[in-house]
């Protein structure tokens, strides 16, 4: 029994790859981008409706930045060249292990998601089985795998006196799942995040590789909390029956009402989930056209397209609350 938990954990779509890993010290070490507002779409998931819907509304910013894995519906030769076209023509992008894997000739990796044990080794499967057919379509432009593997796999900014990291997993790894909201909440992590904002020099690390959305405060010293925000997906509904993508704005300027869904102010820099209300009609007719019923996209990830996520947003809201001391 023991050898098959093993087994199953380094199966395709269960492991990081090592040439995954940064560190810490990378990001240190990385060059700074200048900027007063940023919006971090991670995971839009090749949704042509969500990329229209962002690209309208936040025409106005310094820096629309695709934080990784917005390839992955988009198996159709047209949306998939489009979709990279415009995003890697017209904006600042992290490869995600998506675009990583998609840029690999051949690998062991699967989808590079290094899913954790609580995920299903169905749920792994059918992740294998879209990034072999997404595979099939990115083979035939050849151009564009080669601009994933130049892409970084993560950006820092300076947003005000604030140093953020843009990262597709966490502060060590592309595919690393210590920002969801289960690690950050765990008491007995302390450590490893202390250690993440000291030894990288950040204050603000924004993710999404978990596809669910967190928000979370610590308080490294008394006078600087720090934050790690992670938008989930950009192109698909996150929270039971609110059929938009979420994405992460940080900016010197407050957020516009109309967008927010939750936020805090550290530092005089305001960090906040923003809705991403793109036409879910038209991703849906999108989708449908490429996956049929019984595809592994369809089996694996309708529900969460129709907006049956299965998560609240009062999970993430009350917790923000309960950590910023506020109450009803
Ligand atoms: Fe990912």
Redesign the pocket.
Known sequence: MKSQVTESRLAPGRFCPPEYFYGTKAIKGASEITASTIVVCG?LYGNMAALETIENQHSGVDHIIFG??FNWFNIDHGDFKEINDRIIRSHLAIR???ETELSRRSTQSGCG?AYPPTTSDAEVEYSNQIINALHVTADSFPEIQDSFSKLPMFLKFRIGDTQVAVV??DAENL?GWNFSSQEMRNPSNASRYQGYFTDSGVDIFAS??TCEPAIQLFNIDTENPRVVINNGSAGMPNFENALHGIATRISVNACPESLKLYGVKLGGIHVDAIKVNYDSTKFLRQFSRCWSAQSPAHKSYYGRIAGRTGTKISTVTESLANALGVSD
């Open positions: 995971g990784g894995d995600g292990n998506v998601c597709h997993g595919a999404s590789h």
